[in-house]
């Protein structure tokens, strides 16, 4: 048996692989989209705009547009279909895409906007997770499946009042263990990583307009690091859960907030 000392370090490369990532038309998704292109992998870029998707693809290789709403199980069937159509093995699967409920006292909140915000931020995960796990399980090849948390999967949002996303990401949290548990025989890891406070399209009015100064101190007042995440700085976990990096690391959630949730 070779030493630890003789044991080369894991490859953080993705060549000859393939990645779906969904909500790539802004913010994370289509930073995780260039990250796991650059690191080497085919990516299947989904989400409904499309000229978003086209254009990055357009400017990064191995990026393809595709796409598609999360929301309805036939396009997500297209998407696994197209990714294991490609060359490489479906060996990724970022289930980044996500929307909120308006900021809105529980008791007024519509019952159809919680419904649509679990179905994006949960039942969405959950289809594709099993219908990309189902190919990879047919190939024998493993994988990982990279679901995007919050740290509103732990804690509650109020003063910003958003029930539905706290819900679905406090599932999406737990999900995960679960579908670790059941895909580990098949050498497929699934883990969560839960961001803190980031300015994107979802987070925009908490850093520009009426509301920003308050938003700005309440992320910052909240904050170890006083400051909110900048792009890049869910690289890392994205690197280590995605490539054998995180060879071992399966049912877990990453938490990269500054600090915000250990206060
Ligand atoms: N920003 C933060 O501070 C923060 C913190 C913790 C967690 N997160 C999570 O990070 C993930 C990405 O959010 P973001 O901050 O990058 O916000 P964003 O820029 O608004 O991105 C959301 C993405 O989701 C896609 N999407 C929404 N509904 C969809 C649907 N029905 N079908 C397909 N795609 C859909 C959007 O694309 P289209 O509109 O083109 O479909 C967009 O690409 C979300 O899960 C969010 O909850 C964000």
Redesign the pocket.
Same mark, same amino acid.
């Given at each position: 048996m070779p030493s630890l000392h003789d044991t080369p370090i894991p490859s953080s490369r993705l060549d000859g692989k393939v990645a779906i990532v969904? @909500?790539? %038309?802004?913010?994370?998704?289509?930073r995780f989209s260039r990250v796991l292109a650059d690191a080497g992998a085919t990516v299947v870029a989904?989400?409904?705009?499309l000229d978003?998707?086209e254009q990055l693809a357009s400017e990064v290789d191995g990026i393809v547009a595709t796409q598609?709403?999360?929301?309805c199980d036939d396009q997500l069937s297209d998407v696994v279909e197209f990714a294991s159509s490609l060359p490489g093995d479906l060996a990724v699967l970022v289930n980044?895409? @996500?929307? %909120?409920d308006a900021v809105t006292r529980a008791e007024d909140e519509d019952p159809a906007v919680f419904r649509r915000v679990v179905?994006?931020?949960l039942n969405?995960c959950f289809v594709l997770a099993a219908m990309t796990a189902t190919r990879m399980i047919e190939r024998g090849t493993g994988g990982s499946i990279v679901n995007?948390?919050?740290?509103?999967g732990f804690v509650s949002a109020s003063p910003n009042h958003q029930a539905a996303?706290v819900a679905s990401?406090g599932a999406i949290h737990t999900l995960t263990k679960e579908l670790a548990a059941q895909w580990a025989r098949h050498s497929i890891r699934v883990n969560t990583i839960?961001?803190?406070?980031?300015?994107?399209?979802?987070?925009h009015l908490m850093f520009h307009g009426e509301a920003a100064a308050g938003g700005r101190r309440y992320i910052e007042s909240g904050t170890y690091l006083r400051r909110?995440?900048i792009e890049g700085e869910l690289d890392g976990a994205l690197l280590l859960l995605a490539t054998d990096l995180g060879s071992y690391i399966t049912g877990q959630t990453i938490t990269v907030d500054g600090g915000w949730t250990s206060k």
């Open positions: 969904t @909500g790539a %038309s802004s913010g994370f998704g289509e989904c989400a409904r705009r978003r998707l598609c709403d999360v929301s980044n895409a @996500g929307s %909120s179905d994006v931020n969405a995007i948390g919050s740290v509103h996303y990401k839960a961001p803190g406070y980031f300015e994107t399209e979802l987070t909110a995440g």
